[in-house]
């Protein structure tokens, strides 16, 4: 080998080491800040999920809470999970609190069908579910949990928003009754309204990632909650307005082919919508409701009586 | 496969040690392994799309071998392979714009006309790998190179990874002998190239995509935005196009560097011109001279009297803008720059900045650099509108907004998006004598520079991997 050569080959190695060096480093720094998250206790608990049997569970969003009377439908518990909890940690609940013969309805909107909303962001999960859920996800997912849970999630820019902010801004929402959220001056007003005008939403329609997978990952979870605890799971499209099949229809589709859906896409109207591209006002609500009863009664999971 | 991709980072690492441990023996097994790796890279978007390039490949590489060879038919052979260039790009980049339009202009007459439109997705990288091609044969023709015989190294220039999709437009004279020419490995561009690359990846994922947020949010609404709110969504604009382009092409240039080839210069900080011809001597360097070296000085240049210099100028200046894409949006945004280069032609004052920067022995510019700066980026700036609007009318729409009563007020939001620009232009001026370093190199001490790397690499493996990136702009080009 002559000297040319020799020392090329020398100052290639010299490189890969220092490449090495310094990729080390910079996985350490995530790993250390990851180290300090670990041991610094949570302020959130994973919320308290109602035990029991033979009960109508609604689960989604805010859309659930401004969208569904409980009252219209009799015997039924709303559970509204908001997006830091992703589509894995709904259905982890979903599994804790199923009781043998429980109907339950997944109503999620179309963003939690986005395969990045499986499992949120690190700082969002991190309070959300327990040591044991990671467990379970790599489980359940052992090649969805390497490629997106530990470069999507370890490696991430919300670790240090969730170290600086002490996790506030990552606070979940769980409500089981009408909405209190404020919206200005008197938003019961407003909601309770419905000849108000609808204020469109900046952002009032939501294109979604769409991946197959991702459908398959939720209808295999769900197929084994309810063998394993003897319920049955239906979803149910959103109460979204305008132009979320244009926008979304791979995703419809997919739901359609890997769910049992209680309704059909049904394009809202303005003018039953409230605040948001997905939240409801009264009237909609009133008449989501009814839907949803009807089905259920067509369906013997409601006495005509009841 | 995108660069800011995690498949890229593991694509990169795999074709650099087999290029420098398995395949080093022989050149032609490592262009063989480049050609494989770039095919593997663009196929990765779709590999219907490599037909097209491999099929481009073979025809300027023949029609290299023919000119050449031929003493009578030269020219004709010439026109030849420009029609099946520019044929290639006007069925899959232009067929569907010219359609539409004939389309629209027969109606305005009166008469119906029903022309087939063609659904085909635009290939990746089309326009700048038939750039690459037509230089290789116009070169030939020039007789300023010898055509290359092994269809392996042409196809390697044609297709190198690092530049295939986005630039920058390389020319066979100054890469194909890279190409031939055995390589060693060399420590010291190696680490250059990676510097680059984290600079390039910083200036995209960091502040393009952020400021991608905001652009994307004042222009999707500029019917609701203030006129100051407008003007920032145009500065925002420029800036988000220069660090998502020059960004692509730093880290071009660095991945080249690890496989001992140099790539040419496209950026020269280009919001530092003093006037538009600066700007141009600036901005996407290898495209602007390209046409320069290709269209204007074959057509004649500044020699054939003024008439005909102004119409060459004309001529560069919109077809630079139809290169970006078939809307009347880009041709608007190079007639803007036309409109504002000829006055400098005229007046002789187009070449005043030739070959040194502004404030080139001072910390600060002059008061009438400062002048010249602002007044050129202002320009550049309400030309990214019509760049950036979907239609002219949109672009109007948004210009009639922004010159408001309100423009001179304080932007009720978006505001953040300064914070991502400042620290750039610091950075920026500090290195502006040389556009290859970035500004850590100026320090001192070994242990601070890494660390800087190390954290600028921290912050831009946690944002690339935690949130949705956004395409780079020009591979729609």
Redesign the interface.
Same mark, same amino acid.
């Given at each position: 080998m002559d000297s @040319? &050569?020799s020392t090329?080959?020398s100052? &290639?190695y010299?490189?890969i080491r220092?490449?090495a060096i310094?990729?080390a480093? $910079?996985i350490g720094? @995530?790993l250390l800040l990851l180290i300090l998250v670990f041991i610094k206790p949570d302020k959130l608990q994973p919320p308290v999920m109602p035990n029991g049997a033979n009960r109508i569970l609604i689960l989604g969003a805010s859309n659930v809470v401004y969208g569904i009377d409980t009252l219209l439908i009799p015997g039924s518990i709303v559970i509204s999970l908001n997006e830091p909890y992703g589509v894995y940690g709904s259905l982890l609940s979903l599994r804790n609190m199923a009781g043998a013969g429980d109907v339950i309805i997944c109503d999620y909107p179309y963003s939690w069908m986005d395969p990045?909303k499986f499992v949120p962001?690190t700082a969002q999960f991190y309070h959300t579910v327990t040591a044991e859920h990671y467990w379970q996800l790599c489980r359940d997912y052992p090649v969805f949990a390497l490629?997106n849970f530990l470069? $999507? @999630?370890i490696?991430?820019?919300? &670790?240090?928003a969730y170290l600086i902010k002490d996790g506030e801004s990552f606070m979940p929402d769980t409500r089981h009754s009408a909405p209190k959220r404020t919206d200005g001056k008197d938003p019961r007003e407003h909601y309770n309204k419905c000849s108000a005008p609808y204020v469109k939403a900046?952002h009032f329609i939501y294109e979604a990632?769409y991946d197959e997978a991702h459908f398959l990952r939720i209808r295999t979870f769900i197929e084994a909650v309810e063998r394993e605890k003897g319920v049955k799971i239906f979803f149910k499209y959103p109460e979204l307005n305008r132009g979320n099949y244009e926008i979304n229809p791979k995703i419809i589709e997919a739901m359609r082919r890997n769910f049992k859906m209680i309704n059909s896409f049904e394009d809202w109207p303005n003018d039953l919508m409230f605040d948001q591209w997905y939240h409801l006002n009264a009237c909609g609500r009133e008449r989501n409701s009814k839907n949803i009863t009807q089905w259920l009664r067509k369906n013997g999971f409601l006495k005509e009586q009841d | 496969m995108l660069f800011d991709s995690?498949d890229f980072f593991i694509f990169l690492p795999i074709v650099f040690l087999l290029y420098?441990f398995v395949f080093d023996k022989k050149l032609i097994w490592q262009n063989a392994l480049i050609l494989l790796a770039s095919y593997v890279f663009y196929g990765w978007w779709d590999w219907r799309f490599l037909l097209l390039l491999i099929l481009s490949t073979l025809i300027d590489f023949s029609f290299g071998l023919w000119i050449e060879s031929s003493i009578r038919w030269r020219k004709a052979l010439l026109w030849f392979s420009i029609v099946n260039n520019l044929g290639i790009l006007a069925v899959f980049k232009y067929y569907n714009f010219f359609a539409a339009n004939f389309e629209s202009a027969m109606s305005s007459m009166g008469w119906q006309v029903h022309p087939y439109f063609l659904h085909i997705i635009l290939p990746v990288g089309i326009s700048f790998y038939t750039f690459h091609g037509m230089s290789y044969v116009f070169d030939i023709y020039r007789k300023v190179i010898k055509p290359e015989r092994n269809f392996i190294n042409y196809a390697v220039f044609v297709s190198f990874f690092p530049l295939l999709v986005a630039g920058p437009i390389e020319r066979a004279h100054h890469l194909l002998p890279q190409v031939i020419r055995p390589r060693?490995?060399?420590?010291r561009q190696?680490?250059d190239g990676?510097k680059l690359m984290l600079w390039g990846l910083f200036k995209k994922v960091i502040i393009a995509d952020a400021l991608a947020i905001f652009v994307k949010?004042i222009f999707g609404?500029y019917n609701q935005q203030s006129g100051s709110v407008l003007a920032l969504g145009a500065v925002y604009f420029a800036f988000q196009i220069y660090c998502d382009f020059s960004g692509y092409s730093d880290i071009a240039i660095g991945t080249a560097k690890l496989f001992g080839m140099e790539l040419l210069t496209n950026f020269k900080f280009p919001y530092f011109s003093r006037d538009i011809a600066e700007f141009w001597r600036r901005w996407h360097i290898s495209l602007s001279s390209w046409f320069r070296d290709y269209v204007y000085i074959p057509l004649g240049g500044s020699k054939g009297g003024k008439w005909q210099s102004l119409r060459n100028i004309w001529i560069i200046f919109l077809l630079s803008g139809f290169w970006h894409g078939a809307n009347w949006t880009f041709m608007a945004w190079g007639a803007i720059h036309a409109s504002m280069y000829i006055p400098l032609f005229l007046l002789g004052q187009n070449r005043k900045h030739v070959g040194e920067v502004v404030a080139e022995y001072r910390a600060l510019p002059t008061a009438r650099e400062l002048w010249g700066m602002l007044t050129t980026f202002a320009v550049v700036c309400l030309a990214w509108v019509f760049f950036r609007a979907p239609t002219i009318g949109a672009a109007i729409g948004y210009l009639s907004r922004m010159f408001s009563r309100d423009l001179f007020s304080i932007p009720s939001s978006c505001r953040l998006g300064i914070l991502y620009i400042i620290p750039l232009l610091v950075v920026d001026w500090i290195c502006r004598r040389d556009e290859r370093k970035t500004i850590f190199e100026k320090l001192p001490f070994t242990m601070l520079r890494?660390a800087i790397?190390?954290?600028l690499?921290?912050?831009i493996?946690?944002?690339?991997?935690?949130?949705?990136g956004q395409q780079f702009i020009y591979f729609q080009f």
């Open positions: @040319n &050569l090329s080959s100052d &290639l010299r490189w220092r490449v310094f990729l480093l $910079t720094v @995530n990045q962001s490629k470069l $999507t @999630n490696l991430n820019e919300e &670790l240090l900046k990632g | 995690l420098w060693r490995f060399d420590y190696a680490v990676l949010d609404n890494f790397y190390v954290i690499a921290f912050v493996i946690n944002k690339l991997f935690s949130t949705h």
